[in-house]
């Protein structure tokens, strides 16, 4: 399957691609690619059921927009922006094929050349003020592209996203802040975390547009933040997206997470992003279910074939890691 949305325009369909199929496609390879890495890695973060906002946001993206992802999903991202599987499952095995050259985990970073930023440590929320400080600089350069930035519900309890959205307010910034709500943080559920108004009114308070979206529908969140990345070229001004949506999997692949009511995540299971807009394709003719079967069946053949290849992928010598940076190519 070598579907790539890097060249998808936002929030319209080309006419000789239409975009749903192309965003099944993208969630769907996505999915197959974090479920072979979670038969071989307890310790990821899987991004299952989220797939609805990050991939609808990515590939809202033009490439000369910068993303910057959330840590969950930030791999799913990459791939939504072209990048090439089995470098982005080298990369999280910490192997020399993947686009850190095994310098840094690979799900926190990604394909730097396509203006695809991660974390540089495992600190949750400078990533906002880099996405911010990216928007500044679309500005200098004299506007026509945008940043956008994807961050969890705990994180949105970061001082960092206050801090960018008075600053985006106040200068006018192309930045479009995304906030992936899986209603957990760990084991703290939001309702739990995220006192006072919803996270939308926080962000009206500084003056920003912002918007709650069913994180769990790919075409409206592909709307809602096309719609904000095309102000944020034109009109030069920040937007807020407010994306609900649910962690299917436990923190971690090998997280129990027994600290949340089954039936809760039945619910949430029975909106799943995948089977939602396969199905609408299927109610509206536009892809049989054997059809869809067989775009499944391709992505986990592509996954396995590009986990298989990353596992062969060497391991860079212990003295190189300390000596190089993580991007830069000697
Ligand atoms: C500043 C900071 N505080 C705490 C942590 C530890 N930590 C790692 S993941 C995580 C949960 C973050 O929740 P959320 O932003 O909702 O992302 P999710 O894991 O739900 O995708 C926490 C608290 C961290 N990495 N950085
Ligand atoms: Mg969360």
Not at 69 to 74: D, E, N, S
Not at 277 to 290: E, F, M, N, Y
């Amino acid at each position: 399957m070598s579907t790539q949305l890097s060249s998808l325009p936002a929030s319209e369909a080309s006419p000789r691609e239409p975009r749903e199929p192309a965003l099944l496609a993208a969630m769907l390879r996505g999915r197959a690619m974090e479920d072979a890495l979670g038969r071989v890695s307890g310790h990821y973060h899987p991004a299952r059921g989220e797939e609805g906002v990050i991939v609808g946001s990515f590939a809202a993206l033009r490439d000369t927009d910068y993303g910057l992802p959330h840590y969950r999903g930030a791999i799913v991202a990459s791939l939504t922006r072209g990048a090439d599987m089995r470098r982005l499952l080298a990369g999280v095995l910490g192997k020399t094929t993947g686009y850190t050259r095994g310098r840094q985990r690979g799900d926190f970073l990604g394909r730097f050349e396509a203006r695809f930023f991660g974390l540089f440590s495992g600190t949750l929320g400078p990533s906002i003020g880099y996405a911010t400080g990216a928007a500044l600089s679309c500005k200098l350069d004299g506007g026509g592209s945008a940043a956008m930035v994807t961050f969890g519900d705990g994180t949105a309890n970061s001082g960092l996203l206050y801090e960018s959205m008075n600053m985006a307010s106040m200068l006018r910034l192309p930045v479009v802040f995304v906030c992936q709500n899986n209603q957990y943080a760990v084991s703290m559920p939001a309702a739990r975390s995220i006192g006072g108004s919803a996270l939308a009114d926080r962000a009206r308070a500084f003056g920003i547009d912002a918007f709650d979206v069913d994180g769990n529908d790919v075409l409206a969140v592909h709307d809602a933040v096309g719609r904000a990345l095309e102000r944020a070229r034109t009109r030069g001004t920040p937007s807020f997206v407010h994306a609900l949506t649910y962690r299917v999997s436990g923190h971690w692949a090998s997280d129990p997470a027994g600290y949340r009511p089954a039936e809760e995540r039945e619910a949430w299971i029975a909106r799943d992003p995948v089977a939602r807009l396969a199905r609408q394709l299927v109610d509206a003719g536009a892809l049989t279910q054997a059809g869809y079967e067989h775009l499944s069946a391709e992505a986990e053949a592509e996954a396995a074939q590009a986990l298989t290849q990353a596992q062969a992928d060497p391991l860079p010598d212990a003295g190189v890691i300390a000596d190089a940076d993580a991007y830069v190519q000697e």
